[in-house]
T-cell receptor, first 114, second 115 residues
Framework: NAGVTQTPKFQVLKTGQSMTLQCAQDMNHEYMSWYRQDPGMGLRLIHYSVGAGITDQGEVPNGYNVSRSTTEDFPLRLLSAAPSQTSVYFC?????????????FGSGTRLTVV | AQSVAQPEDQVNVAEGNPLTVKCTYSVSGNPYLFWYVQYPNRGLQFLLKYITGDNLVKGSYGFEAEFNKSQTSFHLKKPSALVSDSALYFCAVRVFSGNTGKLIFGQGTTLQVKP
């Protein structure tokens, strides 16, 4: 049971480039979300999904797109990378919306935009 | 607005001494509260949660947390700190809107345990 798998672990992009951060979970979790972690700011929610075909914006969605075509996968797309998107990105999932299950986090993707 | 605050950026404690990492929250309704720990270059690991019931919650690695509704606090505690407890700790609250349940994090507290 792998839990939540994020790829890549590290990435360097040039300003204006696009890329996709991958997230996959094998626990049949309905709820998946993307966070970014910046020093002194904790984790901020970018986008989330309550099930396949359903996504919504979090606290800091600008510059990012998501889709949820399957229960297992929840990729995060950077449309045109900017230095302000340099951060560590975490994907998380949980079993049921409205239940008291804890979240499972991936190991993170460290992104640098130059 | 619903939020979580961790008033200390860093907590320093000597090994063997008790530790407390503070957390206060502001939510409407009954809070679902969590503590997570992050070791360097790793993801977040679940420590413990409070949903309902006993105000003192016990979790992983000997940690516990005390829920205080009147003070809207959920402080993390451990009777005897270990050097290996040194890490970044996050308090979080789950908030509900319709059929969604989002997790809101505090800014994190770095715990430094010195030998």
């Amino acid at each position: 049971n792998a839990g939540v798998t994020q790829t890549p672990k590290f990435q360097v992009l040039k300003t204006g480039q696009s890329m996709t951060l991958q997230c996959a979970q094998d626990m049949n979790h309905e709820y998946m979300s993307w966070y970014r972690q910046d020093p002194g700011m904790g984790l901020r929610l970018i986008h989330y999904s309550v099930g396949a075909g359903i996504t919504d914006q979090g606290e800091v969605p600008n510059g990012y797109n998501v889709s949820r075509s399957t229960t297992e996968d929840f990729p995060l797309r950077l449309l045109s990378a900017a230095p302000s998107q340099t951060s560590v990105y975490f994907c998380a999932s949980t079993g049921r919306v409205g239940a008291n299950y804890g979240y499972t986090f991936g190991s993170g993707t460290r992104l640098t935009v130059v | 607005a619903q939020s979580v605050a961790q008033p200390e950026d860093q907590v320093n404690v000597a090994e063997g001494n008790p530790l407390t990492v503070k957390c206060t929250y502001s939510v409407s309704g009954n809070p679902y509260l969590f503590w997570y720990v992050q070791y360097p270059n790793r993801g977040l690991q679940f420590l413990l949660k409070y949903i309902t019931g006993d105000n003192l919650v016990k979790g992983s690695y000997g940690f516990e947390a005390e829920f205080n509704k009147s003070q809207t606090s959920f402080h993390l505690k451990k009777p005897s700190a270990l050097v290996s407890d040194s890490a970044l700790y996050f308090c979080a609250v789950r908030v509900f809107s319709g059929n969604t349940g989002k997790l809101i994090f505090g800014q994190g507290t770095t715990l430094q345990v010195k030998p």
